[in-house]
């Protein structure tokens, strides 16, 4: 069972972007897990397949992208998304567009780079006041010498 997302609509993808329905490819299948017979009567887990290509974002989003989708990116670089949470069909697509929205959003949102900083001259005195201390308490600790 395949279903592209109302055709030639523009679906809101997050980050400011849209992608046409058609790139959305959804297929049902039977989900897994307890619930009756409910479970093996009706294709309620939703998957989405979308090609990364077809999403409009910049190389740099996409390749942050690719690196977080993990397991869930195909050898043809689709995200292959899959929502079983309920027992019903529409509310696991929309699961699965929600779960789109949240890696696309993730993935615009450029990491800061970290930047090398030398400890304060007072952090390195203290540290090292803080050892002097340490070693006096330990040589107390031994025997006085006297024997």
Known sequence: ??????DNAAVPIGGGKTIDGSFL???FVRSSGPGGQ???????????????????LRPSVAARLRVLAGGQLTRDDELMISCDTTRSQGRNKQGCMEQLR???NQAVVVP???KKTKP?????ERRI?????????????GTSGED
């Open 129 to 141: 006041g803080e050892k002097k201390r340490r070693s006096e308490i330990k040589k107390r600790r």
């Open 120 to 124: 304060t001259r007072g952090s390195v």
């Open 112 to 114: 800061k780079t970290r």
């Open 25 to 27: 490819v959804f297929t």
């Open 38 to 56: 409910n479970v093996n009567k009706r294709a309620t887990k939703a998957q989405l397949r979308v090609a990364v290509e077809s999403l409009g």
């Open 102 to 104: 949240a890696l696309v």
């Open 1 to 6: 069972m395949e279903s592209g997302f109302s």
